[in-house]
């Protein structure tokens, strides 16, 4: 079984929908993030979590907010989706005893219409 | 302001050849860790090869070996006897401890039969 896993793979939804990407892992790490990426881009951070109390913006947090819901798991929310939000959402793990090594889900491809 | 630079967006070799691809940073940390990770077509998020800044020995992981020069910061990534498998969008990235991980744009490698 994978370490890190996304739900959904994939989604489609429309414009001024609410969306909720999921994210579990079972490395034990206490850190977590969300990242987007787009082409040309690279990846960007939208959130990140230090442990299940602490929560921080990254780079590009407008439209988009996060629960740690437990040590395994961060969601990511889109409150009213917008087709700008149309990317690659990639959820990441890492803890300091790995030398802050990111582990990284399969993916979840969104289209926002 | 740290940031991770990929001069080469797109690079194609033929398979079996040396390869090296690009990468520096900008920082005023003395402590850090460099990675290149590797996506494929599948579009997973696949460590290849780790630095820790403290290190003078370049890291190797098999076929894949870095030339990393901290005075000079540059972290770039050879991959011997290139092969088909090897075609993916790298990433270089930066992180020192307990901050955030820096991703460059990325290199679009192309490994021709």
């Known amino acids: 079984d994978a370490d890190v896993t996304q739900t959904p793979r994939n989604r489609i939804t429309k414009t001024g929908k609410r969306i909720m990407l999921e994210c579990s892992q079972t490395?034990?790490?206490?850190?977590m993030y969300w990242y987007r990426q787009d082409p040309g881009l690279g990846l960007r951070l939208i959130y990140y979590s230090f442990d299940v109390k602490d929560i921080n913006k990254g780079e590009i947090s407008d439209g988009y907010s996060v629960s740690r819901q437990a040590q395994a798991k961060f969601s990511l929310s889109l409150e009213s989706a917008i087709p700008n939000q149309t990317a690659l959402y990639f959820c990441?793990?890492?803890?300091?005893?790995?030398?802050?090594?990111?582990?990284f889900g399969p993916g979840t491809r969104l289209l926002v219409l | 302001a740290q940031t991770v630079t990929q001069s080469q967006p797109e690079m194609s070799v033929q398979e079996a050849e040396t390869v090296t691809l690009s990468c520096t940073y900008d920082?005023?940390?003395?402590?850090?860790?460099l990675f290149w990770y590797k996506q494929p077509p599948s579009r997973q998020m696949i460590l290849v090869i780790r630095q820790e800044a403290y290190k003078q020995q370049n890291a190797t992981e098999n076929r894949f070996s870095v030339n990393f020069q901290k005075a000079a910061k540059s972290f770039s990534l050879k991959i011997s006897d290139s092969q088909l498998g090897d075609t993916a969008m790298y990433f270089c990235?930066?992180?020192?401890?307990?901050?955030?991980?820096?991703f460059g744009k990325g290199t679009r490698l192309h490994i021709l039969p």
């Open positions: 920082t005023s940390e003395n402590n850090y860790y």
């Open positions: 990441a793990t890492s803890d300091l005893a790995e030398e802050e090594t990111q582990y």
């Open positions: 490395k034990g790490h206490d850190r």
């Open positions: 990235a930066f992180i020192n401890r307990d901050d955030k991980i820096i």
